[in-house]
């Protein structure tokens, strides 16, 4: 079955703690990206990766790191959290960059105390 | 700053009626936008797009209008069926289709 996947799908950790999102997808997409969902805000793209070793900046980056050695995954790691990360993070794939539909993972709630 | 906006928090319809979802978008760069419709506790589908070289893309039910000058776009679905309940988010594109900018969800809720 065509999927991205996300794990942990729920996260309770504290300030500082450093942490690491997983995302991969079985499509051979070149195209992956991160965003967060919050209240009132809509999703927000925090970066996004045309291909392997291929990383650039969304709208809202700080505080975040990404890295694509391989075609299929694609971890956000956040390396000292902080109270303002706690959100729906969800990781997408396209087949190639531009102009496609994403495909969503469902989600990782993440709270950060 | 929010680039692209949907000002209707909810939307109530009867089933078999039309629905009508907007979105406004401030970048005049933007040249390709998409519909995605979201569950509960799953992420956003893919829905229906349209190119700024367009004003108007049709897929079954759902229709998406354009209007460049205006800077706003349309979500028609018709008729709206029970199953169409959930969180529909506009989106834009620029730098290519490389960077995309969301609106807020607009929850709809389709009355049998």
């Known amino acids: 079955e065509a999927q991205v996947t996300q794990n942990p799908r729920y996260l309770i950790t504290v300030t500082g703690k450093k942490l690491t999102v997983t995302c991969s997808q079985n499509?051979?997409?070149?195209?992956m990206s991160w965003y967060r969902q919050d209240p009132g805000l809509g999703l927000r793209q925090i970066y996004y990766s045309m291909n392997v070793e291929v990383t650039d900046k969304g709208d809202v980056p700080e505080g975040y790191k990404v890295s694509r050695k391989e075609k299929r995954n694609f971890p956000l790691i956040l390396e000292s959290p902080s109270p303002n990360q706690t959100s729906l993070y969800f990781c997408?794939?396209?087949?190639?960059?531009?102009?496609?539909?994403?495909?969503f993972g469902p989600g990782t709630r993440l709270t950060v105390l | 700053d929010q680039q692209v906006k949907q000002n209707s928090p909810s939307l109530s319809v009867q089933e078999g009626r039309i629905s009508i979802l907007n979105c406004d978008y401030t970048?005049?760069?933007?040249?390709?936008f998409l519909w995605y419709k979201k569950y509960p506790a799953e992420g956003p589908t893919f829905l229906i797009s349209i190119s700024s070289i367009k004003d108007k893309n049709e897929d079954g039910r759902f229709t998406v209008f354009l209007n460049k000058s205006a800077k706003h776009l349309s979500l028609h679905i018709v008729p709206s069926q029970p199953g169409d309940s959930a969180v529909y988010f506009c989106a834009a594109s620029a730098l290519a289709g490389n960077q995309f900018y969301f609106g807020t969800g607009t929850s709809l809720t389709v009355i049998p």
């Open positions: 499509m051979n997409h070149e195209y």
């Open positions: 997408a794939s396209s087949g190639l960059a531009g102009y496609n539909e994403q495909f």
């Open positions: 970048n005049s760069m933007f040249d390709y």
